[in-house]
C-alpha cells in the first residue's frame, strides 16, 4: 500500500533532518512530505540541501519528497491538514520533527490497519533514546480520572504505554507518531484546526469515537521519540505547561478546563501534604 509521511517542522533543523533522513533509510519509495511553520533558523535551507541527494539516492524505489513553505506558523493541526491535502498515499503517517525511524516495522502497522477497516487511527509504539518505552497513550480526559489519579493514586489520567506485544485498543493515542488511513482521515474531518498546539489528537481520537470507529495503540511498530524537542522554543522550561492551556480549553470547554486543572493542582497539594504528615 502507498503511504505518505508528513513532517511537520519549526525551527528544529538537525532533528528534522535526522528525521527526514531515517525516513528515506527505511522506505526508500514513501512520499515525504514536509510541512516548515515559517521557520527562523537554517531549517528550510538545510532541508532544500538534502532533498536533491535523497532523491538522487532514492531513484531505484521512486522516493518523492516535497517541501511546504508557510509563510507563518499556522499550527500543527493546519500544518498536518496541509501535508494531507498535498499527499497521495493510501495511508497518511503524521510524525513530529523529533521522531526517527530505527526499523521498518511501520509496514506491519500499515497492513494491519489495512486487514481491519474498523481502525480508524493507529498510534506507534514510542520510545526514548535509550530504547526504554514511552508514555503515549490517553486514558479518558475526564474530571473524574483526574480526582482518581490525583487523589487516590490511580493510573486514570496521565500517559501511559500498554503492557504486552499485541494491537491494543485504546482511548487516544499521541499525535507525535499517529497513522490513519486517507479515507478515515476524510470521515474524520480531518485535524481541528482550532488547535493552536496540543490537544488536536485527543480532539481526532474523539471523533473516531464519536462515530464508532476503533483507535489502536500498535506496539509491533516502534519509533524513537526525543519528547519535547519540537516543542521546546514554544516556552522556556518553566512555562512549559502554558502551552497546554489553549488546546486544554477548546477540548474540555472552559469551565471543563477549569475544574480539571483545579483537580490536578488540589490533588498534588493534598499529597504533597499527606505525604509530608506521615
Not at 19 to 35: D, G, N, Q
Not at 36 to 65: E, H
Not at 261 to 271: A, E, T, V, Y
Amino acid at each position: 500500500m502507498k503511504f505518505s509521511v508528513i513532517i511537520v517542522s519549526w525551527n528544529t533543523a538537525d532533528i528534522t533532518l535526522k528525521c527526514l533522513k531515517t525516513t528515506h533509510r527505511f522506505f526508500p519509495s514513501a512520499e515525504i512530505i514536509i510541512v516548515d511553520n515559517a521557520s527562523t533558523d537554517d531549517t528550510v535551507s538545510k532541508i532544500k540541501k538534502i532533498i536533491p541527494l535523497l532523491v538522487k539516492g532514492g531513484d531505484r524505489g521512486g522516493f518523492n519528497c516535497k517541501l511546504i513553505i508557510n509563510g507563518s506558523n499556522l499550527g500543527y493541526a493546519k500544518a498536518c491538514n496541509l501535508g494531507a491535502a498535498a499527499a497521495s498515499g493510501d495511508f497518511l503517517l503524521f510524525l513530529n520533527s523529533d521522531i526517527e525511524f530505527i526499523d521498518a516495522s511501520l509496514t506491519q502497522a500499515i497492513a494491519y490497519a489495512s486487514q481491519n477497516p474498523d481502525v480508524a487511527i493507529i498510534g506507534l509504539k514510542m520510545l526514548n533514546p535509550d530504547r526504554t518505552v514511552q508514555p503515549s497513550v490517553f486514558p479518558p480526559q475526564t474530571a473524574l480520572n483526574a480526582f482518581r489519579q490525583y487523589y487516590l493514586q490511580q493510573s486514570t489520567y496521565e500517559k501511559y504505554a500498554p503492557s504486552g506485544s499485541r494491537p491494543t485498543d485504546v482511548f487516544a493515542v499521541s499525535g507525535g507518531a499517529l497513522l490513519v488511513s486517507c479515507s478515515s482521515f476524510h470521515q474524520l474531518g480531518g485535524w481541528n484546526e482550532s488547535y493552536p498546539f496540543y490537544f488536536e489528537d485527543l480532539d481526532l481520537c474523539r471523533q473516531a469515537h464519536h462515530l464508532d470507529r476503533r483507535v489502536v495503540y500498535f506496539p509491533q511498530s516502534s519509533v524513537i521519540h526525543r519528547h519535547g524537542a519540537s516543542g521546546r522554543q514554544l516556552a522556556d522550561s518553566q512555562n512549559q505547561w502554558r502551552r497546554l492551556i489553549p488546546g486544554s480549553q477548546i477540548y474540555h470547554g472552559r469551565l471543563g478546563h477549569y475544574i480539571i486543572n483545579l483537580i490536578i493542582w488540589s490533588g498534588q497539594k493534598f499529597q504533597k501534604f499527606f505525604t509530608f504528615s506521615r
